[in-house]
């Protein structure tokens, strides 16, 4: 299996995710006593390189200094593994597409039901009356959650003959780790934070996100996912 980074033992039995960077500094740091001088821009300065090095001339140094070794998997499912001394993620779970597509759908036949400005929005205009949903709100309301109405606010546009309540409580008992919507529905669609704003921006129209959907879509796989 291909390494997403390093695991470190640590002597005092800590062990954790480091990217490829800090590896390279953890063992510069922690191994200097037996590694020799290194150039820090000699090209063959790698991981790779300075753990074959311990291994083959100073094998007794992973009972002294802790352990490095090659991470292979991913332990927390829909989870960023996250540099336990960066932010650098070391591995991003996919953007979850078929939730983003079926949003995109659903925008497409019906841009009624959608209104970036409101996560959740029961409206009346006349004698009509429904809901719509931001992007992140249908990520909410399609994966199960509901919005709670009990606590909802009022909006009114008189120009628009138009009023509604609009909600931003999801019901926890409907989804769990739902306390900030942004959060939860960023997690759901798996994107990262800068992705997230673009998608629950309160200005954009169906138009926009439509849009800036097809866009994240066709980016290369990981480049707008979490974190
Ligand atoms: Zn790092």
Redesign the pocket.
């Known amino acids: 299996m291909r390494p997403i980074g390093y695991r470190y033992t640590t002597p005092d039995g800590a062990w954790l995710n ?6 390279l500094l953890a063992i510069r740091a922690d191994f200097a006593a037996v590694l020799p001088p290194v150039d820090p821009e000699a090209a063959t300065l790698t991981v790779e390189h300075l753990l074959e090095w311990l291994e083959t001339t100073a094998p007794e140094a992973d009972d002294r200094f802790g352990e490095i070794y090659p991470h292979t998997a991913n332990h927390g499912e829909d989870q960023a593994l996250i ?6 993620a ?1 591995w991003s779970p996919p953007i979850n597409v078929a939730l983003l597509s079926n949003i995109a759908n659903l925008i497409r036949t019906r841009p009624d039901l959608h209104d970036n400005q409101f996560w959740a929005a029961r409206v009346k205009t006349g004698t009509a009356s429904y809901t719509t949903y931001c992007v992140g709100g249908w990520a909410i309301v399609l994966s199960g959650g509901r919005f709670d109405w009990r606590r909802a606010r009022c909006a009114v546009s008189h120009a628009r003959r138009w009023h509604a309540l609009t909600s931003s409580v999801v019901r926890p008992e409907t989804l769990p780790d739902s306390e900030r919507i942004s959060l939860a529905a960023q997690r759901l669609l798996r994107v990262n934070t800068a992705t997230a704003r673009r998608l629950f921006n309160p200005a954009a129209s169906s138009t926009d996100v439509l849009s800036i959907i097809e866009d994240i879509l066709a980016a290369p796989a990981g480049a707008a996912g979490a974190p």
């Open positions: 480091l990217c490829r960077m800090c590896t540099c336990a001394r960066c932010p650098t070391i």
